[in-house]
Every structure is written in C-alpha cells, then in structure tokens.
Nanobody, 122 residues
Framework: QVQLVESGGGSVQAGGSLRLSCAAS????????MGWVRQAPGKEREGVAS???????TYADSVKGRFTISKDNVNYTLYLQMNSLKPEDTAMYYC????????????????WGQGTQVTVSS
C-alpha cells in the first residue's frame, strides 16, 4: 500500500504562483511513477503532469510552460510548481502514484491522495 498526502494549496490571484507537495509513504519506491491530476467542479478529471522512475516528465498542453513537476527521490516527495496561474486552473489537485510497469500500459493511477484545493481569482 502507498499513502499520499498533499499540501500547499490555497487561494491566489491570477498571475501568481503556488507550490504543491505530496508526501508519499508505505511501499513506494523508485519503481513508481507519480503524477498530479485535477478536477474542477462539474468537469472531468484532467491529468496535469506525471514523472516516471527515470525523471521523464509529461504535461497537459494547458499547463506546459507554466507548471513544473519534480520529485525528491530520497524522501519520495512529489512537487508541482505552478506559475502564471489562471482562473481556469482552479480545481482540486490530487497526487497519484502507480507502479511504472502498470502506468506505462494502463495509464491509470491506483493510489490517490485526498486532494488540495487551488483557487485562482481574476
């Protein structure tokens, strides 16, 4: 089992920045991929960014150039640096994890955090 706990959400004005953190514990190790997923009210979940075991990253087109995902491989802490925030970035942000061997095939996350709210005002 893997436990994920997010922090760092909050309210910010458009153009501002926030840094989300996700502390991972349990059976997680270097074979896991991790990512951030967000969900706005009335909308479907959207994959924001992911990072795999060798540090390769992917981003949704909507956040490319503004968000940066990174991971501390010693403490298994995942980060999402969000710059130039827009009102449309307002959502609940979830940290997620899965064995990379499964993630590459299924593109589905098995482990989820409880979420942290990000609100961007115009």
């Amino acid at each position: 089992q893997v436990q994920l706990v997010e922090s760092g959400g909050g309210s910010v004005q458009a153009g501002g920045s926030l840094r989300l953190s996700c502390a991972a514990s349990g059976d997680i190790d270097s074979t896991y991929c991790m990512g951030w997923v967000r969900q706005a009210p009335g909308k479907e979940r959207e994959g924001v960014a992911s990072i795999d075991s060798d540090g390769s990253t992917t981003y949704a087109d909507s956040v490319k150039g503004r968000f940066t995902i990174s991971k501390d491989n010693v403490n298994y802490t995942l980060y999402l640096q969000m710059n130039s925030l827009k009102p449309e970035d307002t959502a609940m942000y979830y940290c997620a994890a899965e064995l990379c061997s499964w993630w590459y095939v299924r593109q589905e996350w098995n482990y989820w955090g409880q979420g942290t709210q990000v609100t961007v005002s115009s």
